[in-house]
T-cell receptor, first 114, second 114 residues
Framework: DVKVTQSSRYLVKRTGEKVFLECVQD?????MFWYRQDPGLGLRLIYF???????EKGDIPEGYSVSREKKERFSLILESASTNQTSMYLC?????????????FGQGTRLTVV | AQSVTQPDIHITVSEGASLELRCNYS??????LFWYVQSPGQGLQLLLK??????LVQGIKGFEAEFKRSQSSFNLRKPSVHWSDAAEYFC????????????FGSGTRLSIRP
């Protein structure tokens, strides 16, 4: 089974802190994604990586950065956390989509910024 | 850039009744299309996907979806819903590229009336 593991299920951080959310996949997938899920807004793509050290901005990259130094690991960084970044964060991975496959999701990290 | 619209925020149907959830996409060519389900407190699970070929796609749990290019739609259907189908449903679109973002709609919450 494909496994996408997010390092924390729940996090509470203070405003202004630097926050790292970690995601690891064990299936040698090329693509990895970070989404933010908010009620009524669905899943919004923050960043996307299609290879090591390669990244593309999604729809809402402001206030976030990412790092992909190894194929299996994709980190989301909040440089200076703010209360409006309180949300559920979902990581996903997929092989190249032209292989008729899908994205596999982690269980999510619920981040609260106080 | 691709986008997805799910026009129904919340739908309530009676147990045993039929169901149709709407999804419209915007993309310049034929996209990859997905439906995911998220039960309360759970992660996202793939229901079905369309890559090519037969435009009527069968998925898990008795769901099906039909790709209609002329209407830019990929509506999800089930002939008879069960109480366990109560969940949030997300339509998603991916571009036909190996390095492809997957963009999600805002979701439709399904409630089942006993």
């Amino acid at each position: 089974d494909v496994k996408v593991t997010q390092s924390s299920r729940y996090l509470v951080k203070r405003t202004g802190e630097k926050v790292f959310l970690e995601c690891v996949q064990d299936m040698d997938h090329e693509n990895m994604f970070w989404y933010r899920q908010d009620p009524g807004l669905g899943l919004r793509l923050i960043y996307f990586s299609y290879d090591v050290k390669m990244k593309e901005k999604g729809d809402i990259p402001e206030g976030y950065s990412v790092s992909r130094e190894k194929k299996e690991r994709f980190s989301l960084i909040l440089e200076s956390a703010s209360t409006n970044q309180t949300s559920m964060y979902l990581c996903a991975s997929s092989p190249a989509l032209d292989r008729n496959t899908e994205a596999f999701f982690g269980q999510g990290t619920r981040l609260t910024v106080v | 850039a691709q986008s997805v619209t799910q026009p129904d925020i919340h739908i309530t149907v009676s147990e045993g009744a039929s169901l149709e959830l709407r999804c419209n996409y915007s993309y310049g060519a034929t996209p990859y299309l997905f439906w995911y389900v998220q039960s309360p407190g759970q992660g996202l699970q793939l229901l079905l996907k369309y890559f090519s070929g037969d435009t009527l796609v069968q998925g898990i749990k008795g769901f099906e979806a039909e790709f209609k290019r002329s209407q830019s739609s990929f509506n999800l259907r089930k002939p008879s819903v069960h109480w366990s189908d109560a969940a949030e449903y997300f339509c998603a679109v991916g571009a036909r590229s190996s390095a492809s973002k997957i963009i999600f709609g805002s979701g439709t919450r399904l409630s089942i009336r006993p």
